[in-house]
């Protein structure tokens, strides 16, 4: 037999081993002291972690696969509550990527094992950690806590969710391992109650594998966020010393690198984070070595389409909000591509199995676009809904808006010009006065304040129109309402009654104008006053938050990133499909576009540019950078 034909069998032989052994009813899978126990054998858990609410359903078992052959026998799986349950109450588990049960179902149509990290708060750089922002319209809420009125949203998660991932456990005949209960929970408190109640909770809706925590590897967050009885995750876990800490915790159940990092996150007016290959292959290295079970985080991170990234502030007045491509500098990137990391990992990896690797699958096709000329289509002061009134601006929260923009809009009584305060801009503030734009206001560093000019108009017009960038997703400044938070002031006088206007923005106003309602603002405008409130509304600003619409036709399709550069701050959608934001002050220029949102034929980009009024045009480029 050529040695082709001997790797073509021992492979064949893989193959059938892991079908058959998915295949089997049930499995047990238990923690001994030292070691995890696969069907009473020892098992070590070579994971890689992917999120498939960050790739697009089409493309989840080909992300599976490129795990899979890169050496990793588990996928370690996010869920972010606010995807699932984005209106209290109305869950979403089947449509689009939603479909939590699918994926996990796919892993194990692969011969892969499950990791489920469902939260409720998983941290990793989304929108407020998983956490929905309804919970904000609560005033006084506290979160990952037992506060009463968290808990019941919690149980109603909880009790929800597990319907559909109870008859994935291993011991049902799926692929789920373990359970994670809440994520790093010792870097923010220490509520031990809390934790265990989570657990009982998992417990009471028919989850029987293991639990785990994850934390890191210092005695002060393994004390406050480890249960007793529950397997130890180490963020990360890569030395003898990581590891004599969990053993010092506790020393009768297995610890694992529950985290470990081949790359890392990139926040606004960073550079691309590019971790040395070498630091990687070390630790993992060592974990192989010493039969260490391990996670990556990230094997593949995806993109944060849409409004969804998260941000970080370790400071009452700093703000870090996370770029919208979530590549992480991963082993396969955001596209789908292998990388020289991967390749490396893949060879390391490889000595240490005891059976071939299959291929990876094919890469996903990706192209480049021709310049797709621009042209203004009107701008977002030409389809604001009607206002809400209210004595102080109030933030998006408290009325059932979790992401976009919100127009806060008043009289000037008494002062009419110097200095103005906002207190607090969460996130990114355009300022107007009688429909001129003045200056920007960024949450980031605490600088809050805009010189209006002196006006001879009477009765003068203040607009600030606020863009949230992501609520705050680690850390202990997590409650974070988006738009302005408190007051304004104007040389330190409060501005009372102003209209408010809600622009989600899910979709472009302009591919969806209601006939008939630019007439009504016209007639409002004319009268000098905003519907129902007699806020003077007769300057509405023609310059700035613009909208620009192009076509392109394509005779195939195939994955491209639309190169954004000329540019300023805003948002794009093609076919109606949010790409995220871009912000000129960088790093990404680049937004992803999977070929399942293109079409053969007509296509149609559109652009909410925030400071530029004139057009540029768009081409498709095919890679981040």
């Known amino acids: 037999m050529t040695p082709n034909k001997i790797k073509a069998a021992l492979f064949s032989l893989f193959l059938f081993a892991a079908a058959s052994l998915c295949a089997q009813s049930s499995h047990r899978f238990t923690l001994g002291k030292t070691d995890f126990l696969l069907d009473g054998k020892p098992f070590q858990i070579i994971s890689g972690e992917m999120h498939p609410a960050r790739i697009p359903r089409e493309y989840w078992r ?8 890169m050496g990793c026998n588990t996928i370690a799986v996010y869920v972010f509550w606010n995807y699932h349950e984005s209106t209290p109450g109305v869950f979403d588990f089947t449509s689009g990527n939603k479909d939590i049960a699918a994926f996990i179902r796919l892993c194990k149509e692969e011969g892969l094992w499950v990791l489920l990290r469902p939260g409720p708060y998983v941290c990793a750089e989304w929108d407020w950690g998983g956490l929905p922002p309804w919970l904000l319209k609560i005033p006084d809420i506290k979160v990952r806590c ?10 109603r998660y909880v009790t929800r969710l597990s319907k559909e991932i109870v008859p994935l ?3 049902h005949g799926g692929p789920i391992l373990m359970v994670q209960v809440e994520n790093e929970y010792g870097s923010y408190a220490n509520d031990k109650g809390y934790l265990a109640d989570l657990r009982r909770l998992w417990q009471q809706q028919g989850v029987t594998v293991p639990f785990y925590t994850a934390d890191g590897p210092t005695d002060f967050m393994l004390e406050a966020g480890n249960l007793d009885g529950c397997a130890i995750g180490l963020d990360s876990g890569g030395s003898d010393g990581d590891f004599e800490h969990a053993s010092k915790h506790n020393p009768n159940v297995p610890a694992f690198s529950s985290e470990t990092y081949p790359g890392w996150l990139t926040h606004w007016k ?5 971790p040395d290959t070498a630091g990687i292959m070390k630790d993992v290295r060592y974990l192989l070595s010493h039969h260490r079970s391990f996670n990556l985080y990230v094997i593949h991170g995806g993109t944060n389409f849409g409004y969804t990234a998260g941000a970080n502030a370790f400071t009452p007045v700093q703000f870090q909000p996370d770029v919208t491509s979530y590549d992480y500098d991963a082993p396969i990137n955001e596209q789908g ?4 990391k991967y390749q490396a990992l893949r060879q390391l990896i490889a000595q240490y199995t005891d059976h071939p690797l299959p291929e990876p699958p094919a890469p996903i096709p990706v192209m480049e676009i021709p310049e797709i000329p621009m042209e203004k289509t009107g701008t977002l002061w030409e389809h604001l809904p009607a206002p809400k009134h209210s004595p102080q601006p109030l933030p998006m929260e408290h009325f059932d808006q979790q992401s976009g923009m919100i127009l806060y809009r ?7 010009s110097g200095t103005l305060t906002i207190t607090e801009p969460h996130d990114y503030a355009l300022v107007f006065l009688n429909g001129k734009f003045i200056d920007t206001v960024y949450r980031d560093g605490g600088n809050w304040t805009v010189k209006l000019p002196k006006t001879d108009v009477k009765d003068p017009q203040l607009d600030i129109l606020v863009e949230s960038m992501g609520h705050i997703n680690f850390a202990q400044y997590l409650i974070d309402r988006k738009g302005i938070t408190d007051r304004v002031t104007l040389n330190g006088m409060t501005l009372f009654n102003w209209d408010i206007y809600n622009l989600p923005l899910a979709e472009p106003p302009a591919m969806k104008i209601t006939p008939g309602a630019n007439a009504a603002q016209a007639a409002n405008a004319a009268a000098g006053k905003s519907a129902n409130t007699g806020v003077s509304a007769a300057f509405t600003p023609q310059d700035k938050a613009t909208f620009f619409k192009g076509s392109f036709p394509l005779d195939k399709t195939a994955d491209t990133y639309f190169d954004v550069s000329g540019y300023k701050k805003g948002v794009v ?4 499909h949010n790409l995220g934001r871009y912000w000129y002050v960088g790093p990404q220029q680049h937004l992803y576009c999977p070929a399942t949102w293109l079409k053969k034929g007509t296509n149609e980009i559109v652009v909410l540019e925030l400071l530029q009024d004139t057009p540029a045009p768009i081409k498709g480029v095919t890679t981040l950078e």
């Open 410 to 416: 008043t009289k000037l009584i008494g002062h009419k």
């Open 337 to 340: 591509r292998a990388t020289a």
């Open 62 to 69: 080909h992300r599976i696969r490129m795990a899979k052959a």
């Open 169 to 171: 456990q291993c011991d």
């Open 270 to 274: 960073e550079k691309w984070q590019h």
């Open 146 to 155: 037992r506060d009463p009125r968290y808990m019941s949203a919690v149980s």
């Open 573 to 576: 959608w093609v076919n109606g």
